[in-house]
């Protein structure tokens, strides 16, 4: 499976946290003792068990239902997280490191996966993209939590790295309560639907989707891999995948290159996750009404390459 998208939610907070503070000698870099090289060994780690546990991640999703899983996926990701801000030395940063990336492999996959229970295909784009774009969102709203945050530091003896990890773990945690109880899993098993709306719900998609009680068949499984639409996906994926995480973990580094200084660093890494979470809806929803899908992620990809170059030749110069 890809490393999607939302694997930034969890490089996010520590591209911030690195930083913050460091005019003071209160980042968690600084606080932490660890060189530019264990930096990025945290930082992959994570890769690394989101890469191992992605797959079997959605067979426990089918196994064990989605409300189950996704509830304890994102409990278990809050409390690492939360552990985040009780490190003291690199072994246990890259040791959360790696436990963080195992449980939060699921969480995307999963999300897109139970989409396919309820939702024909041509009814998805803007759905996924409602999904992909909440982490362009959240960095948004990352850059500006660190600022404020930032003024936490040494509040109660914690240092302001500390609390950034706190405070954005505690909710996944209470979010996982809700999902237990109110994720709807397959519609052949939803209690809140009654008998005509379950039909209805199974028989749109019959043939032409997953249903909930069907099993995982070798048969599938070939075909799936001997599709060269699946190859084509983890290319294009792969292309992506490595420019987001790259401004994702990087991005208040960058800013701070630039020459913005401490808070004022995290804050300008706000607008241009703003910018893209409006036209990844935008686009999404004009790919689904338009029937134009092939055509949407073209456009937008030879617009990011375009600019990615322009970056590299004249970024320098400015």
Known sequence: ???DVVTHAAGMPLGNAKILNNATGDSLAQTLRISDQQYLIALMIFFVAYIVFETPSNYMLKKFNPSRWL????????VLTMALGTVHNFAQLAAIRFLLGAFEAGLFPGLIYCLTFWYKPEERALRVALISATPTLGGAFGGAIAFGVGQLNHVRGLEAWRWLFIIEGAPSVACAIVVF???PDFPETSTWLSAGERELAIERIRGIASLGHARITWRE???TLTDWRLYLHYLIFVSISVTFSSIS?????IVSGLGFEGLQAQLFTVPPYAIAFV???VVAWMADRYEMRSWAA???????????IAQGIYGPLF
């Not at 973990?249 to 580094?253: E, R, S, V, Y």
């Not at 073209?298 to 600019?307: D, E, L, M, Q, R």
């Open 71 to 78: 509830a304890l996926l994102m409990f278990c990701w809050g």
């Open 181 to 183: 109880f109110l994720f």
């Open 249 to 253: 973990l990087f991005a208040p580094t």
């Open 221 to 223: 499984t070939k075909e």
């Open 298 to 308: 073209f456009t937008t990809f030879t617009i990011a390459g375009v600019s990615y």
């Open 279 to 281: 036209v990844t809806i």
């Open 1 to 3: 499976m890809e490393i």
